[in-house]
């Protein structure tokens, strides 16, 4: 199964919205390819939106099954959304996909074929923002949008 992570935390929520999209396209996308696939944005959204405006649980309640999830994924996708750099929650689900061994991959457009392998020290890395040399992002093929 593919764990699929995405940015949602925003200060403006039409962006939050714009994210929980794009991370249900990009799901989409691997189901019509014939994979299977968690969206934990797509996932959570749909839980948020039925609670309406009830605290269902807090950014550690989420990322503790998030991260659960993770341990049962051979892959982490990683949407190469704008901020998924500065993510704290994709940055904590990389950095404990590297610790169990499962792969990351980050993407952008969704062209999924570029396989990165992050190490501890590029995740720190990628917390401050900075770009790494070396480490490959796929941006994608024009129109290969899901």
Same mark, same amino acid.
């Given at each position: 199964?593919?764990? *699929?992570?995405?940015?949602?935390?925003?200060?403006?929520?039409?962006?939050? !919205?714009?994210?929980?999209?794009?991370?249900?396209?990009?799901? !989409?996308?691997?189901?019509?390819?014939?994979? @299977?696939?968690?969206? &934990? /944005?797509?996932?959570?959204? @749909? +839980?948020?939106?039925?609670?309406?405006?009830?605290? #269902?649980?807090?950014?550690?309640?989420?990322?503790?099954?998030?991260?659960?999830?993770?341990?049962?994924?051979?892959? #982490? #996708?990683? *949407? $190469? *959304?704008? $901020?998924?750099?500065?993510?704290?929650?994709? /940055? @904590? =689900?990389?950095?404990? @996909?590297? =610790?169990? =061994?499962? &792969? #990351?991959?980050?993407?952008?457009?969704?062209?999924?074929?570029?396989?990165?392998?992050?190490?501890?020290? !590029?995740?720190?890395? /990628? $917390?401050?923002?900075?770009?790494?040399? %070396?480490? &490959? +992002?796929?941006? %994608?093929?024009?129109?290969?949008? &899901?």
């Amino acid at each position: 199964m593919i764990y *699929l992570a995405c940015p949602f935390t925003h200060r403006f929520k039409k962006v939050e !919205a714009v994210r929980a999209h794009e991370a249900s396209l990009a799901a !989409a996308y691997f189901i019509r390819k014939g994979d @299977a696939v968690f969206s &934990p /944005l797509s996932h959570s959204a @749909a +839980i948020l939106q039925a609670a309406g405006d009830r605290q #269902v649980g807090t950014w550690e309640t989420w990322m503790a099954i998030d991260l659960e999830i993770i341990a049962i994924c051979k892959k #982490v #996708v990683v *949407l $190469g *959304l704008e $901020g998924w750099h500065g993510s704290k929650g994709v /940055l @904590a =689900e990389i950095e404990h @996909a590297i =610790e169990i =061994e499962v &792969p #990351v991959v980050v993407v952008r457009n969704y062209a999924l074929s570029m396989p990165i392998s992050l190490s501890r020290a !590029a995740v720190e890395d /990628l $917390g401050t923002g900075v770009s790494i040399p %070396g480490i &490959p +992002i796929d941006n %994608g093929i024009e129109g290969s949008r &899901p």
